[in-house]
């Protein structure tokens, strides 16, 4: 079992900039990628950033160029090897505002777009709830 727990959320200004942190946990025999999702009020929750094992980052468009998505160790890009996740944010603009999750996926099925699926992920966080105001 993972377990996944999110903070560094809160309420910014169009425009500005927050952190969130994944903390995992929990004794593992295998190795697991992670990656964020985010859902808005009224939407489906969708792929934001996920890491690969060789360190490649994802991104979905919306996101690419303010959003950065790093480990805790910048030469290990799994879980257990890795404990926390980071998403950085940038330029936060208002349709930006969604609960953000962390999620794991056993790494043997991280490829194509292993980040971008919602219903393929073994193990989510809570969340952590992201406002932006105009």
């Known amino acids: 079992q993972v377990q996944l727990v999110e903070s560094g959320g809160g309420s910014v200004q169009s425009g500005g900039s927050l952190k969130l942190s994944c903390a995992a946990s929990?004794?593992?025999?295998?190795?697991?990628?992670l990656g964020w999702f985010r859902q808005a009020p009224g939407k489906q929750r969708e792929g934001v950033a996920g890491?690969?094992?060789?360190?490649?980052?994802?991104?979905?468009?919306?996101?690419?160029g303010r959003f950065t998505i790093s480990p805790d160790n910048a030469k290990n890009t799994l879980y257990p090897q890795m404990n926390t996740l980071y998403l950085e944010m940038n330029s936060l603009k208002p349709e930006d505002t969604a609960m953000y999750y962390c999620?794991?996926?056993?790494?043997?099925?991280?490829?194509?777009?292993?980040?971008?699926?919602?219903?393929?992920?073994?193990?989510w966080g809570k969340g952590t709830l992201v406002t932006i105001a105009s």
């Open positions: 890491i690969e094992a060789d360190g490649r980052r994802k991104y979905a468009d919306s996101v690419k």
């Open positions: 929990g004794n593992v025999d295998r190795n697991y990628c």
């Open positions: 999620a794991a996926l056993a790494s043997e099925h991280c490829s194509g777009s292993w980040w971008r699926s919602e219903g393929g992920m073994d193990y």
